[in-house]
């Protein structure tokens, strides 16, 4: 159902069209919606940390309500959280979080920025943030969007006042907005960016505060509120058919990878924001009160505005087209506006509605998701008016290609279809993620084009220019090239007209773990993206590793299809970790890239190039027992992790969790938040403890607190108590407290040493109460904290043995952290001892 109501919004809301998406098709209603918009000449600009930091209540109704032009700029790209619907993690999430606030735009009608900087994970006081983070330059991304986007007013998320309180990338985005509200004025701040860019003082800053920030929603009310204005944000659009506060619950229903679909709200609802910066409005429900937000604000917009005023007073919903020879005069009034920031956005705003009214249909899709570099695209173009109003295709120019030279009458309703080859130049660039292309640092991504900070996502690779004249003026349409094609079960999708390598290659595993000294068979597949291929691939690995053979030919003759070429690489002697590379020679070039594809029903089909190249890691693990249940949760790798080191897998699919099933292995697993997100669990907490009670190991990943139905304070056979508390940085002293313990003894002698190397955090969510069956193994402790025993526990429990670690190996086994592997599998072979003994007389 939410898809259906996802599209019937889709068709009422006229925003901006984005990448690759269906084009927006308008009712009467929706244009007037968007008339009123063109007549709103004012901007908002809402600064918070990640993704699902945006209040989307408060961004709709400031563009739907108040019909401002507005936007969010999200620090990070909310790279360093957990994926509750798929693989993505890391960079690639910050992918998939990207398109998921942009479809949450898409739905408010608004726009999204980011900032080169990195998520990096869960910090606790801004003074940390800002040390990892280059706090100069990410300060500079939030004076030049100030700059670009001229807000007149800014809202924070959260409180500049409280560093310590929460995430300390929340806080560091309210400092570094009120800093840099000030600096975009200064001349003397960042002056490169003055090249392109004015300088631009915002009217007001505003903190976006609400009881939550005062404790009780008693005390929010005793607060002095001279300084707060307030809106009821559950305003009813009667022209689009829906509440504000529906629009908004649609709009954060789209960070679904973070699992926050939601149930839409409906009715009367306050937000409040507190002035911290320029004049106190009079009118305490009005944002912009005082602020000029009329055509009179631009030079030359008098007489603009005495047209499209008019427009607005005296719509036609019957038949919109009667105000086209007006809104035409308005757009050639518009070019002539010496201020190229209202210029250039109500050209377009302008252009929309125009196209709208017409039901002028104007696309470029190509007849394939991609082509390469030196390849020619063949692309469908669609052109046709809907109306009776008098419109000339005068030519549609793609790259430097024309497909029309000819003046072409567009009759009402017969559709003209034209085509063009598109040659795609040698020196094209590669569609993917800007902010990826080159290495960044831990903190920050790095930019090497100034003009691409803040931009959401990578420009299309072609935009098609449709030159139009329209009642006898002329003017430019541009649309992004698409590739528009239907699926049998689905229907009609569009995806974005990638540029892709001729060939990209990958490893089948990012890490290879050798837990011993014996070849491995290193399979890497090659995928074609044209037809007719082949070459040769050569293996790039380091010192002290051997290799079959430095080369392997490949050929491939179907674009899209694949090969697998196998190479055997033996490991060094001694402990080792180093990584390997293929590089393709193809056409006379050197590729050495890996496709990553992301795609979701919600968001336009990602295509991802990363550098090829995989971990090796040569440990000297041992290990107890053969085969492992594993219950998923909310999805990790740590189960191909431990195929690695030659554990077999069976994944159990929690419906069939009873008695017997679980009795085949030696040690059940289960996954991270597998209790806050697998329902089943509830039901089958039982046979779990029955498994431990006869002998088995049961090894539970972090959960999240709280989160669960209430079922689940049985979570462990003896009390144990679920808290907040997390070690964030990876390098945080351990120390082993159970020294004796079998856990940090058998088989594999843990040390110190092996908690080096460690990525993004130590862990999370770790249990602060615990019964006394419970043995804590491990402490350890952020700077300025007192240390946390929780991480690790293990209780016995009749014949077995129940553990419970919040420690991330959901993140450090797939980076291929050796003193992780090596601790994981002591957790699988806990009382494992004697069986083994045993076996071992008996043979
Ligand atoms: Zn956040």
Same mark, same amino acid.
């Given at each position: 159902?939410?898809?259906?109501?996802?599209?019937?919004?889709?068709?009422?809301?006229?925003?901006?069209?984005?990448?690759?998406?269906?084009?927006?098709?308008?009712?009467?209603?929706?244009?007037?919606?968007?008339?009123?918009?063109?007549?709103?000449?004012?901007?908002?600009?809402?600064?918070?940390?990640?993704?699902?930091?945006?209040?989307?209540?408060?961004?709709?109704?400031?563009?739907?309500?108040?019909?401002?032009?507005?936007?969010?700029?999200?620090?990070?790209?909310?790279?360093?959280?957990?994926?509750?619907?798929?693989?993505?993690?890391?960079?690639?999430?910050?992918?998939?979080?990207?398109?998921?606030?942009?479809?949450?735009?898409?739905?408010?009608?608004?726009?999204?920025?980011?900032?080169?900087?990195?998520?990096?994970?869960?910090?606790?006081?801004?003074?940390?943030?800002?040390?990892?983070?280059?706090?100069?330059?990410?300060?500079?991304?939030?004076?030049?969007?100030?700059?670009?986007?001229?807000?007149?007013?800014?809202?924070?998320?959260?409180?500049?006042?409280?560093?310590?309180?929460?995430?300390?990338?929340?806080?560091?985005?309210?400092?570094?907005?009120?800093?840099?509200? %000030?600096?975009?004025?200064?001349?003397?701040?960042?002056?490169?960016?003055?090249?392109?860019?004015?300088?631009?003082?915002?009217?007001?800053?505003?903190?976006?505060?609400?009881?939550?920030?005062?404790?009780?929603?008693?005390? $929010?009310?005793?607060?002095?509120?001279?300084?707060?204005?307030?809106?009821?944000?559950?305003?009813?659009?009667?022209?689009?058919?829906?509440?504000?506060?529906?629009?908004?619950?649609?709009?954060?229903?789209?960070?679904?990878?973070?699992?926050?679909?939601?149930?839409?709200?409906?009715?009367?609802?306050?937000?409040?924001?507190?002035?911290?910066?320029?004049?106190?409005?009079?009118?305490?429900?009005?944002?912009?009160?005082?602020?000029?937000?009329?055509?009179?604000?631009?030079?030359?917009?008098?007489?603009?505005?005495?047209?499209?005023?008019?427009?607005?007073?005296?719509?036609?919903?019957?038949?919109?087209?009667?105000?086209?020879?007006?809104?035409?005069?308005?757009?050639?009034?518009?070019?002539?506006?010496?201020?190229?920031?209202?210029? %250039?956005?109500?050209?377009?705003?302008?252009? !929309?509605?125009?196209?709208?009214?017409?039901?002028?249909?104007?696309?470029?899709?190509?007849?394939?998701?991609?082509?390469?570099?030196?390849?020619?695209?063949?692309?469908?173009?669609?052109?046709?008016?809907?109306?009776?109003?008098?419109?000339?295709?005068?030519?549609?120019?793609?790259?430097?290609?024309?497909?029309?030279?000819?003046?072409?009458?567009?009759?009402?309703?017969?559709?003209?279809?034209?085509?063009?080859?598109?040659?795609?130049?040698?020196?094209?660039?590669?569609?993917?993620?800007?902010?990826?292309?080159?290495?960044?640092?831990?903190?920050?991504?790095?930019?090497?084009?100034?003009?691409?900070?803040?931009?959401?996502?990578?420009?299309?690779?072609?935009?098609?220019?449709?030159?139009?004249?329209?009642?006898?003026?002329?003017?430019?349409?541009?649309?992004?090239?698409?590739?528009?094609?239907?699926?049998?079960?689905?229907?009609?999708?569009?995806?974005?007209?990638?540029?892709?390598?001729?060939?990209?290659?990958?490893?089948?595993?990012?890490?290879?773990?050798?837990?011993?000294?014996?070849?491995?068979?290193?399979?890497?597949?090659?995928?074609?993206?044209?037809?007719?291929?082949?070459?040769?691939? +050569?293996?790039?690995?380091?010192?002290?590793?051997?290799?079959?053979?430095?080369?392997?030919?490949?050929?491939?003759?179907?674009?899209?299809?694949?090969?697998?070429?196998?190479?055997?690489?033996?490991?060094?002697?001694?402990?080792?970790?180093?990584?390997?590379?293929?590089?393709?020679?193809?056409?006379?070039?050197?590729?050495?890239?890996?496709?990553?594809?992301?795609?979701?029903?919600?968001?336009?089909?990602?295509?991802?190039?990363?550098?090829?190249?995989?971990?090796?890691?040569?440990?000297?693990?041992?290990?107890?027992?053969?085969?492992?249940?594993?219950?998923?949760?909310?999805?990790?790798?740590?189960?191909?992790?431990?195929?690695?080191?030659?554990?077999?897998?069976?994944?159990?699919?929690?419906?069939?969790?009873?008695?017997?099933?679980?009795?085949?292995?030696?040690?059940?697993?289960?996954?991270?938040?597998?209790?806050?997100?697998?329902?089943?669990?509830?039901?089958?907490?039982?046979?779990?403890?029955?498994?431990?009670?006869?002998?088995?190991?049961?090894?539970?990943?972090?959960?999240?607190?709280?989160?669960?139905?209430?079922?689940?304070?049985?979570?462990?056979? $003896?009390?144990?108590?679920?808290?907040?508390?997390?070690? !964030?940085?990876?390098?945080?002293?351990?120390?082993?407290?159970?020294?004796?313990?079998?856990?940090?003894?058998?088989?594999?002698?843990?040390?110190?040493?092996?908690?080096?190397?460690?990525?993004?955090?130590?862990?999370?969510?770790?249990?602060?109460?615990?019964?006394?069956?419970?043995?804590?193994?491990?402490?350890?402790?952020?700077?300025?904290?007192?240390?946390?025993?929780?991480?690790?526990?293990?209780?016995?429990?009749?014949?077995?043995?129940?553990?419970?670690?919040?420690?991330?190996?959901?993140?450090?086994?797939?980076?291929? +952290?050796?003193?992780?592997?090596?601790?994981?599998?002591?957790?699988?072979?806990?009382?494992?001892?004697?069986?083994?003994?045993?076996?071992?007389?008996?043979?």
């Amino acid at each position: 159902m939410r898809k259906l109501l996802v599209s019937f919004l889709g068709i009422l809301l006229l925003c901006n069209t984005t990448l690759a998406q269906a084009p927006k098709k308008n009712s009467s209603s929706s244009i007037y919606h968007a008339i009123q918009k063109l007549n709103f000449l004012g901007s908002a600009l809402y600064i918070a940390a990640h993704p699902d930091d945006e209040n989307t209540r408060l961004i709709s109704y400031l563009s739907n309500e108040v019909k401002a032009n507005t936007a969010y700029l999200s620090l990070t790209r909310g790279d360093g959280g957990q994926n509750l619907i798929g693989p993505e993690l890391r960079e690639l999430l910050g992918v998939l979080r990207t398109q998921e606030l942009l479809a949450a735009r898409r739905i408010d009608g608004s726009q999204q920025f980011f900032s080169r900087a990195v998520d990096f994970g869960y910090s606790k006081h801004p003074n940390e943030t800002l040390e990892i983070w280059n706090k100069e330059a990410v300060l500079g991304d939030v004076v030049r969007m100030i700059r670009k986007f001229k807000p007149d007013v800014i809202i924070n998320r959260f409180d500049h006042r409280t560093p310590g309180s929460t995430h300390g990338h929340h806080t560091s985005s309210a400092m570094l907005s009120v800093e840099a509200f %000030d600096l975009a004025a200064n001349p003397n701040s960042y002056p490169d960016q003055l090249n392109r860019l004015d300088v631009w003082k915002p009217s007001r800053l505003f903190f976006n505060t609400s009881w939550w920030f005062y404790g009780s929603q008693e005390k $929010f009310e005793a607060a002095d509120k001279t300084k707060m204005l307030g809106f009821d944000i559950g305003v009813y659009y009667p022209m689009l058919g829906v509440s504000n506060n529906e629009i908004a619950s649609l709009a954060s229903s789209q960070h679904r990878c973070q699992g926050f679909g939601r149930l839409n709200t409906r009715g009367s609802e306050m937000e409040y924001i507190e002035l911290l910066k320029g004049d106190l409005p009079e009118d305490k429900n009005n944002v912009f009160d005082g602020i000029n937000t009329t055509w009179s604000r631009v030079e030359g917009g008098k007489a603009i505005g005495d047209i499209l005023y008019g427009i607005e007073q005296n719509f036609n919903f019957k038949n919109p087209t009667t105000h086209i020879k007006k809104l035409v005069e308005a757009y050639q009034l518009i070019q002539k506006i010496p201020d190229t920031h209202w210029r %250039d956005l109500k050209s377009k705003e302008l252009q !929309t509605i125009i196209a709208s009214i017409t039901g002028l249909y104007l696309e470029a899709s190509s007849a394939n998701a991609s082509a390469y570099p030196g390849s020619t695209a063949d692309i469908n173009i669609e052109v046709l008016n809907r109306s009776q109003v008098d419109i000339k295709l005068r030519s549609v120019t793609i790259g430097n290609t024309k497909a029309k030279e000819k003046d072409l009458v567009l009759s009402n309703n017969e559709k003209k279809e034209l085509k063009l080859a598109l040659p795609i130049p040698e020196n094209s660039s590669y569609t993917s993620p800007y902010w990826l292309n080159k290495k960044g640092t831990l903190g920050m991504y790095t930019v090497e084009n100034p003009e691409l900070i803040g931009n959401p996502e990578t420009p299309p690779a072609f935009q098609a220019k449709f030159n139009i004249e329209i009642e006898g003026y002329p003017m430019t349409i541009s649309k992004p090239v698409v590739h528009r094609y239907s699926k049998p079960d689905y229907g009609e999708l569009y995806r974005p007209f990638d540029i892709l390598p001729e060939v990209t290659a990958r490893f089948q595993d990012k890490v290879l773990i050798f837990a011993d000294g014996k070849p491995k068979k290193v399979p890497i597949t090659i995928t074609a993206h044209q037809d007719n291929i082949k070459g040769e691939i +050569v293996f790039c690995y380091s010192n002290g590793w051997k290799v079959d053979r430095e080369t392997r030919p490949f050929e491939i003759s179907k674009k899209g299809d694949e090969q697998i070429v196998s190479f055997e690489l033996t490991p060094p002697e001694n402990e080792d970790e180093s990584f390997i590379a293929p590089i393709i020679k193809v056409h006379g070039k050197e590729i050495s890239k890996e496709l990553v594809t992301i795609a979701y029903d919600h968001i336009p089909t990602q295509s991802v190039l990363l550098p090829s190249e995989a971990k090796v890691v040569r440990l000297n693990i041992e290990k107890v027992g053969e085969h492992i249940g594993y219950i998923a949760g909310a999805g990790d790798e740590v189960p191909k992790s431990l195929e690695q080191i030659g554990y077999q897998v069976h994944t159990i699919d929690p419906s069939s969790i009873n008695a017997e099933t679980l009795s085949k292995y030696g040690a059940i697993v289960v996954g991270i938040r597998a209790y806050n997100v697998v329902p089943e669990m509830k039901f089958k907490q039982k046979y779990l403890f029955d498994y431990v009670s006869n002998g088995g190991n049961l090894i539970l990943q972090y959960n999240t607190a709280g989160r669960w139905d209430k079922q689940y304070e049985d979570i462990a056979p $003896f009390p144990l108590k679920l808290s907040r508390d997390r070690v !964030t940085n990876e390098d945080s002293k351990v120390e082993i407290i159970a020294k004796d313990h079998e856990l940090v003894n058998y088989p594999n002698k843990i040390t110190n040493k092996d908690f080096e190397g460690w990525v993004q955090e130590r862990g999370l969510y770790f249990p602060n109460e615990w019964d006394g069956h419970f043995t804590p193994i491990l402490s350890m402790g952020d700077k300025g904290e007192t240390a946390k025993k929780g991480s690790l526990l293990i209780a016995p429990y009749g014949k077995g043995n129940y553990i419970y670690t919040g420690l991330s190996f959901f993140r450090e086994l797939p980076a291929g +952290v050796p003193g992780a592997y090596k601790l994981f599998a002591n957790m699988l072979s806990v009382g494992k001892k004697n069986v083994e003994h045993m076996a071992k007389i008996k043979d």
